[in-house]
């Protein structure tokens, strides 16, 4: 099989000897082997592992993300952000650690913009509603 990991910026893997792919959605972990059936799901904030054509086993983090199976031929993910490290340790205390509190400082800040918008419609419909009543005026003679 292929597996593709592609960002926003970048294309962060793309191997052609993959004898299996490992990850995790909302559900929980699942496996893809060669031949598998037609696939769509978003990844939850995992390590996805695969193993190569030589039997080694590697390692990549990613932030949430769509995974499809196409063909049973080629694994695609896309994701904003991953990183490849053989190590599996470093992988979860740290980069999945820094993936998280970067999603709570995204959602921090939608909450931010969400209050500035309210505030802003607001003081747009007391600008259309004022609460003086309209002068009448009276008909030329």
Known sequence: MKLIVTTPTAIALDESSVRYVRAEDATGGFGIEPRHADFLTTLSICVVRWRNGGGVEHYLAVRG?????????????????????????????????????????????????????????????RYLRPTDQPLKVRPLK
């Open 65 to 125: 993300g769509v995974l499809r199976v196409r063909e049973g031929k080629v694994v695609e993910i896309a994701t904003r952000e991953a990183v490849v490290d053989d190590d599996l340790g470093h992988l979860r205390s740290e980069i999945l650690a820094m993936m998280a509190e970067g999603i709570e400082v995204e959602r921090s800040a939608r909450s931010v913009a969400l209050s500035l918008e309210q505030a802003a419609i607001r003081q747009i419909y």
